[in-house]
Every structure is written in C-alpha cells, then in structure tokens.
C-alpha cells in the first residue's frame, strides 16, 4: 500500500496522533520495557496521566515535550492500568481510542484514513467499485465487508443496526468519518487486549505494585465513583437471599438443586442477574455473561456451549443485540414463578433489588444522624 501523505510529510506528528499504529510501535521498540518499568518517578507520571484522562475524558497530548515521551507513557499507562479494577479498563480503553479516532475524523488526508484502516485489518474498497449509482456516490465514500462490519460497529447505537444501512454486494456503504468510527471500535479493541494481557503477567505486575503499590490501590479509590464503592460495602454484608427477590430465589433454588427449570425460569433467572451484574454492580458484560453461565452449571441437562450462546443472547451480545431486561412481576405472576402473588409492592424483580440496597443504604445514615441528634 502507498504511504499516504499524512505520514510522508510529518512522521512525528502521525505518530503522536495514531499511537497503536505499526509506525508508532516502532517509534519506541528500542526501549526496554524493564527499565521503563523500574523508574519510580516515571510510573508516578504515569498514575497523574491515568488520572487527568479519566477524570477530564480526554488525552492532553500537549504537555508532552516529544512523540517519544508520549507514547511511552500511553503504553505504560496500559500496562499500570491492568493492575487496576476492571471496570477502569473499559473507560481507559474508550477514552484513548476516542482520541485516536476523533484524529482520524479531521484527517484532511482521506487517504490515510483507508490507510490507518488498513493497519486494523478494516479492509476498504472504493464506493464506485462497488454500486454504480451516482447517487449513493455522492452520499457514501468507501465500502467494508459486511463481516468486518459486523465486527466492529458500535453495537449499542440503532444508527449502525444492519436494517438502516445501505448493503450493496456483500458490502456495507460508509462516509469517511463513519469508517473512523469503525477504526475507534478496532482500537478499543486492540487497547482492551493490551490491557487483558498486561494483567496476566504477574512478573511485570509485581514489579509494579513493587514500585508504586500504595500509590495506584489510593487511586483506584479515587476513581471508582462512590455510590459504587458504597453499593459493593453493602452486597458484601447481605447475602442474595436478602438482596434478591422471593421469585429469584426460588429459580435459584431449583437451579441449584439441579432441577429442570422451565424455558421462561431460565430467561428470568439470566435476564435478572446479567442486569443485577452489568447494570447494578458495574461488572463489565462478558464477565457478566461467565458469572450467569456457571450459576446454570448445576442443572440437570447443562450444556456449557447452548448456555453460553444463550446468555449472550440475552445480554445483546450475540443476534438481535438487544440487552433485555427480566420480565415484569405481572407476567412472572400469570407464569406461575412469583410465590408471592405480588405482594412485593414493585412491578420487577430488579425494583426489588434496587429498594432492598436504597433501604440499606439509608439505613447506617439514619442511625448515626440520629446519634448525632441525642449528643446535641
Ligand atoms: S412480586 Fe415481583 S418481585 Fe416479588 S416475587 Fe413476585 S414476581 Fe418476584
């Protein structure tokens, strides 16, 4: 492929601007990871980048004196951020790759888009090699592969849903700036396996914690919000059958017991805790999807490949890409699944989970307020 312009004419700059790029790899590939490692000084720089990017939502690259120092530190961020909890990962990883992409979007050079594309593996063909009306010319400029496409589209958004595309022989019709966006998706990606595989080294891990240990544990309390943290102080001192509603615990029991429980138990008991995990609990959905699937591990005709299949299913990963939620208290009740008649003043079993942790919450408040009072 040609080098594009972008490139050939300021190196430096296309680097600084596209750093998992092939080029900005090798930009820094003569530095030994385990010196870069070993610099206290330089890993504190690194926890303060983490921080400002997270806390501000983008990368300030200019504070960086050289392409060099930059990208050193973004790389070793990966890394430091890997030792951090998991739900760090997923905000670190969309951060960076929006910045990489809204470089992308300006580009004034369209040919280095096709380019950068290419390095992702985004194979791109000219829109008049594909349809031949001047219409869709005008309004479209590249084309993918319907596969590629499938990859990479945003997969929460109805703009990017296979139905409001244009498809054209196997391919799907995008602008430039669409293209990018598929490129941002590749790159999250790319960075959420970086930072997958940086955590299973535990030769680099401790020599991290080794180096700023106390530091990165005060930031991880820094940037996990707090409602959170007081959410998980809670589920950590109730067990599920106190958190759970009478309806789930039930399903639970039977799954447990190694029953058989029917089709419409089954989609509640996963639509409930894959929601319970994601949404309440903040646990990214892929471990989500693992946790939901060795819960069913106990029931009698368990088949870990149909499970799985099933609850991605069911968290929108796989097919129609819709996370559903549990089915509504009334429905459950018409079911034969609520043991209660519906007596726990709510209209879902999710309602129910998120009133049990409210009444908790206000609990511990309530009762130091009210010392407080008596020694005024
Ligand atoms: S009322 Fe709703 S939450 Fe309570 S047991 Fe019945 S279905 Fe479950």
Redesign the pocket.
């Known amino acids: 492929m040609v080098l594009p312009r972008c490139l050939t004419d300021d190196y430096d700059k296309f680097v600084l601007k596209y750093p998992f790029t092939r080029e900005a790899r090798q930009r820094v590939s003569d530095v030994a990871l385990e010196d870069v490692l070993r610099d206290r000084e330089f890993l504190s720089r690194c926890l303060k980048f983490i921080e400002d990017t997270l806390r501000k939502g983008k990368i300030e690259y200019e504070n960086f004196q050289d392409s060099e120092n930059f990208l050193l530190t973004l790389y070793t961020s990966i890394i430091i951020v890997s030792c951090l909890d998991r739900r760090i990962w997923n905000r670190f990883a969309d951060i960076v790759s929006k910045y990489f992409s809204s470089n992308l979007e300006t580009e004034a050079d369209r040919e280095c888009i096709v380019y950068i594309a290419d390095e992702f593996n985004i194979s791109v063909r000219s829109i008049k090699k594909v349809v031949h009306c001047d219409k869709l010319q005008i309004f479209f400029d590249v084309a993918v592969p319907l596969h590629i496409y499938l990859k990479y589209c945003p997969k929460n958004d109805p703009n990017w849903k296979l139905v409001n595309r244009y498809v054209a022989r196997g391919y799907v019709l995008l602008t430039y700036r669409e293209l990018a966006r598929l490129v941002e998706e590749a790159v999250e990606k790319q960075i959420l396996n970086m930072i997958e595989n940086a955590s299973k080294n535990d030769i680099v891990k401790d020599i991290i914690r080794d180096q700023i240990g106390e530091e990165l544990k005060k930031l991880e309390t820094r940037l996990l919000p707090r409602t959170l943290a007081r959410i998980e102080k809670i589920v950590k001192n109730m067990s599920e059958d106190q958190i759970f509603?009478?309806?789930?615990n039930l399903i639970l029991e039977d799954v447990r017991s190694g029953g058989n429980p029917s089709h419409m138990a089954r989609f509640t008991l996963a639509s409930f805790l894959l929601n319970y995990y994601v949404k309440i609990l903040k646990i990214p959905v892929e471990e989500a999807v693992e946790k939901v699937v060795d819960v069913f591990r106990s029931v009698a005709d368990f088949d870990e490949r149909k499970t799985r299949y099933q609850v991605q299913h069911i968290a929108g990963l796989v097919g129609g890409r819709k996370f559903y939620l549990p089915p509504n208290?009334d429905e459950?009740?018409s079911l034969g699944?609520?043991?209660?008649e519906?007596?726990?003043g709510?209209k879902?079993?999710l309602t129910?989970v998120i009133k049990r942790l409210k009444m908790r919450a206000r609990k511990p408040r309530t009762l130091s307020a009210t010392s407080r009072e008596n020694t005024q």
């Open positions: 509603p009478p309806c789930i208290c459950l009740q699944l609520c043991p209660t519906g007596k726990c709510v879902n079993p129910y």
